[in-house]
């Protein structure tokens, strides 16, 4: 899983220890919050191992690597000039477990390379053999230019999950919404051209009744 991903307090809370370890108390003044509050957050990050503690009292500070992620996602945030924030799901199988990683590494690649998307953390995870095939995925944090470039996004990368971090609202010019509409148009037409391509006679007039029987 791509980590970091945890409620605003707790964001607030590893910001606040980034630099400089303290104790429950500190962070109550600091965020005029209760005792009670501060701990539930605070063994909430225990418990995700992003936190540590030492000493008496206790002072709470991010893990170090935790520390280092957080610093470049600040980073690649100030010098981020998209809108559009998303954490996306790629699923892929394969017979053969190397040419699956092989391939995914490469998806992961061309993400990363594409100047319409800003790629904040990816997670690869092991391939898992399930009967005949291997299967992975991978999981994306990433920001993208436009609304055209969600769609390509959707089409050329096919992720299975998505999950929309931000903005609440998106507001769409005329001319955004055609270009994207366009290259739906033109990737449904071309699924389309194949799929009938591969089916039988018989097959077709299966798929069309099923069709017109869900629009009565």
Do not use: W
Request: net charge positive; proline share 4%.
């Amino acid at each position: 899983m791509v980590p970091f991903d945890f409620t605003d307090m707790q964001k607030k809370i590893s910001l606040s220890i980034l630099h400089k370890p303290k104790t429950a108390e500190e962070l109550v003044k600091e965020f005029d919050l209760s005792y009670d509050e501060v701990m539930s957050e605070l063994k909430a990050l225990l418990k995700l191992k992003l936190i540590s503690k030492s000493g008496y009292p206790p002072k709470y500070s991010l893990e170090k690597d935790i520390g280092e992620a957080v610093l470049r996602r600040k980073d690649v945030a100030e010098k981020d000039p998209f809108k559009i924030r998303l954490n996306i799901i790629i699923e892929a199988q394969a017979v053969e477990k190397t040419l699956l990683v092989k391939k995914m590494k490469e998806m992961e690649t061309e993400l990363k390379k594409d100047k319409n998307y800003t790629v904040y953390d990816s997670s690869l995870e092991k391939p898992v053999k399930s009967g005949e095939y291997y299967a992975c995925y991978l999981e994306v944090n990433l920001s993208v230019k436009d609304f055209t470039a969600m769609v390509n996004l959707m089409y050329f990368y096919g992720p299975t999950t998505v999950e929309v971090m931000k903005p609440e609202k998106l507001n769409l010019t005329a001319s955004e919404l055609q270009d994207g509409l366009g290259i739906m148009c033109n990737m449904i037409q071309s699924y389309n051209h194949s799929i009938l391509k591969l089916m039988t006679r018989q097959e077709l007039d299966s798929f069309y009744k099923k069709l017109y029987a869900s629009k009565k």
